[in-house]
């Protein structure tokens, strides 16, 4: 079945390092990809998106290119700061768009 | 954008005495809104799928008995947590799509933290 698989945190970086949350996923057909950010106590937002190959989604920064060839979903950031704290998830839309799948969080703590 | 109303943010309850949360969407129809639970340094876990006008669908055990979902209308589902136990503390979160969830996702409630006292 369809899933999506997510690197293992924490991270823990200094401020204004680079950042890569790696994201592989198995899925039938097209799916749509997606990168959602939890801060502390609050719920999930959405960061960013990509619907089909090739394309790229970026937003406050964070870019993540969808990779049919590798089955992939990295999220960087050339430049994190301590305001990016946060637990980020990969997510993902089936081709039919009825069912919607996490992956585990990563969790990304920028010290100063 | 779209966006998903959860309340309440936080509730303290004693054992054995029911709670209410509510998912609203404002400012669209959402004819399936999904529950989730998160549990610390977890990741979130599909409870149910509330179907507006018909019985929500629950994942493999999850006690439907004590878990109520209720969806009477296009903007809004509740979770009701019954006959509470500590056991039952968590951080409870809702979500809904504006449209295809392949173009515009999913868009999430604040959630709401239920410690069972």
């Known amino acids: 079945g369809d899933s999506v698989t997510q690197m293992e945190g924490p991270v823990t970086l200094s401020e204004e390092a680079f950042l890569t949350i790696n994201c592989t996923y198995t899925?039938?057909?097209?799916?749509?990809l997606f990168w959602y950010v939890q801060y502390p106590g609050e719920g999930l937002q959405l960061l960013l998106k990509?619907?089909?190959?090739?394309d790229k989604g970026s937003n406050k920064g964070f870019e993540a290119t969808y990779r049919k060839e590798t089955t992939s979903f990295h999220l960087e950031k050339g430049s994190v700061q301590v305001s990016d704290s946060a637990v980020y998830f990969c997510a993902l839309a089936t081709n039919t768009g009825n069912q919607f799948y996490f992956g585990t969080g990563t969790s990304l703590t920028v010290i100063p | 954008g779209a966006v998903v109303s959860q309340h309440p943010s936080r509730v303290i309850c004693k054992s054995g005495t029911s709670v209410k949360i509510e998912c609203r969407s404002l400012d669209f129809q959402a004819t399936t809104m999904f529950w989730y639970r998160q549990f610390p340094k977890k990741s979130l876990m599909l409870m149910a799928t509330?179907?507006?006008?018909?019985?929500?669908?629950?994942e493999q055990g999850v006690e439907k008995d004590k878990f109520l979902i209720n969806h009477a209308s296009l903007t809004l589902s509740t979770l009701t947590v019954t006959s509470a136990h500590p056991e039952d503390s968590s951080f409870y979160i809702c979500s809904a799509s504006q449209g295809d969830s392949r173009i515009y996702g999913y868009t999430f409630g604040s959630g709401t933290r239920l410690t069972v006292v």
């Open positions: 990509a619907t089909k190959a090739d």
């Open positions: 509330s179907n507006e006008g018909s019985k929500a669908t629950y």
């Open positions: 899925a039938t057909g097209y799916p749509s």
